[in-house]
């Protein structure tokens, strides 16, 4: 990271981060460029999990090349000035990389489902078995993260 001192090196304000935020953004290869899909999410144990249709670009893609990048934003607030350059913004995120697991057993889906329900505030769900039959679960293995952050933050 070029500008350290906007470097998160604290690992509990990273877990906050991964924690709190509300959508995921996945860069997916397609061939020599990427294509940018953004997620609602759960995040447990060092894995984020996203629910899919079963079929389309992204599942087309991921198996072909299953390794990704993503993004997620905690906070965030631009800080106007009267001059154009005087503009700034205050706000935490990660960037990291891993590699997606494509999921097709029912068992595993209502786990995952579990948890992307759960980092929502949904906590008892139940699931039509019709439509656990249409979705592919995305695991999602955390091999590298960083966190950056600007502005003054209270810890």
Same mark, same amino acid.
């Given at each position: 990271?070029?500008?350290? +001192?906007?470097?998160?090196?604290?690992?509990?304000?990273?877990?906050?981060?991964?924690?709190?935020?509300?959508?995921?953004?996945?860069?997916?290869?397609?061939?020599?460029?990427?294509?940018?899909?953004? $997620?609602?999410?759960?995040?447990?144990?060092?894995?984020?999990? $996203?629910?899919?249709?079963? !079929?389309?670009?992204?599942?087309?893609?991921?198996?072909?090349?299953?390794?990704?990048? $993503?993004?997620?934003?905690?906070?965030?607030?631009?800080?106007?000035?009267?001059?154009?350059?005087? $503009?700034?913004?205050?706000?935490?995120?990660? @960037?990291?990389?891993?590699? !997606?697991?494509?999921?097709?057993?029912?068992?595993?889906?209502?786990?995952?489902? +579990?948890?992307?329900?759960?980092?929502?505030?949904?906590?008892?769900?139940?699931?039509?078995?019709?439509?656990?039959?249409?979705?592919?679960?995305?695991?999602?293995? @955390?091999?590298?993260?960083?966190?950056?952050?600007?502005? @003054?933050?209270?810890?």
């Amino acid at each position: 990271m070029r500008r350290k +001192d906007k470097e998160i090196t604290d690992k509990r304000i990273i877990e906050e981060i991964l924690s709190k935020s509300e959508i995921c953004r996945i860069a997916i290869m397609d061939a020599d460029a990427p294509y940018i899909v953004p $997620f609602y999410y759960g995040y447990s144990n060092n894995h984020l999990y $996203f629910h899919s249709a079963s !079929v389309g670009r992204k599942i087309d893609l991921l198996k072909v090349n299953n390794k990704v990048c $993503f993004e997620m934003v905690l906070s965030h607030e631009i800080i106007k000035n009267e001059l154009s350059c005087g $503009f700034s913004a205050k706000y935490r995120c990660v @960037i990291g990389y891993g590699t !997606v697991e494509l999921i097709k057993d029912t068992a595993q889906i209502k786990c995952g489902l +579990d948890i992307i329900m759960s980092h929502y505030g949904h906590i008892e769900n139940t699931y039509e078995e019709k439509y656990l039959q249409r979705i592919t679960l995305l695991k999602l293995k @955390i091999e590298s993260i960083s966190g950056k952050q600007s502005g @003054i933050w209270e810890d």
